[in-house]
């Protein structure tokens, strides 16, 4: 399989500290690759670099053979990049499906020419609402469609922002920490549906995530970082026997 996002030499200081110091690293294409590492070991700055929210001081991301070094986050968000935050962002008062469709790109009615003319983005609602139907079932949320989503558990909060991400039709996802503060039951769930949303629409997933011991069994690769640096690369078997992996986690 093909690298689908590409990281060289990544340098990121703030002030006299060195929050990333030259990471180079490949993401495949539609798998769900895990970011590892201790508290502080620039795993966030990481995402940021490559979601466009820091610039690096020197290096180069790519995604599908385009240099989008220190592209800004709209830029990303229209070639097919999106992410999630730790803390779901999302319209409260808005029921799900709503939140869905404000996620969704080009809107011909905000077209100050075309919004006179029903007609031309009534068609386009409509199909918006179907994806967005579609999109509910995979994540198992049909039955919620129409709750504002502050009646929503955390879990299933979490699992809207991956839908907005998704509704935005991006190929390539960064999710921070998806499972934090969710019950193991629900945290299963989640990583269930995204090997499902891997599989069906072929979604390549960078995940951040502190709770290993529920991610591992869905990861198919891994990057270890500490200090700055990536310690180790792999399948999450090789990666977590890694001794300097080890040895991190231990001295953190
Ligand atoms: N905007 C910023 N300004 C100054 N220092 C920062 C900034 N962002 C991150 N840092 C510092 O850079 C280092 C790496 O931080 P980062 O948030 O990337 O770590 P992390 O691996 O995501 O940690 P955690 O697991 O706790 O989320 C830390 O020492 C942090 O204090
Ligand atoms: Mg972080």
């Known amino acids: 399989m093909r690298d689908i996002l590409s990281v060289r030499g990544i340098e990121k200081s703030f002030g006299s500290l060195k929050a990333l110091d030259g990471v180079s690293l490949e993401v495949e294409e539609k798998t769900v690759t895990m970011l590892i590492g201790p508290n502080g070991s620039g795993k966030s700055t990481l995402i940021n670099v490559v979601m466009g929210l820091h610039k690096p001081d020197s290096g180069t991301v790519t995604y599908e053979s385009t240099d989008i070094t220190g592209w800004p986050p709209h830029k990303l968000y229209r070639l097919g990049l999106a992410r999630t935050f730790q803390i779901p962002a999302l319209f409260w008062d808005l029921t799900v499906l709503e939140n869905l469709l404000v996620a969704s790109k080009d809107h011909p009615g905000e077209s100050f020419l075309k919004a006179p003319f029903k007609g031309t ?120 026997s890694d001794a300097r992996v080890v040895e991190a986690y231990l001295g953190a």
């Open 121 to 240: 983005w009534m068609k386009w609602e409509e199909e918006q609402v179907a994806a967005a139907g579609k999109i509910l079932r995979l994540l198992g949320l049909s039955e919620k469609w129409n709750q504002p989503t502050f009646q929503l558990s955390g879990g299933q909060m979490k699992l809207v922002e991956l839908g907005r991400a998704l509704m935005s039709g991006a190929k390539f996802i960064c999710l921070d920490e998806p499972i934090s503060g969710v019950n193991p039951t629900l945290a299963h769930e989640i990583f269930a549906k995204i090997l499902r949303l891997r599989d069906e629409l072929g979604i390549t997933f960078f995940i951040v995530e502190h709770r290993l011991d529920i991610a591992i069994t869905y990861v198919d690769y891994m990057h270890a970082m500490a200090y700055g640096k990536l310690l180790a690369s792999g399948t999450p078997e090789e990666v977590v």
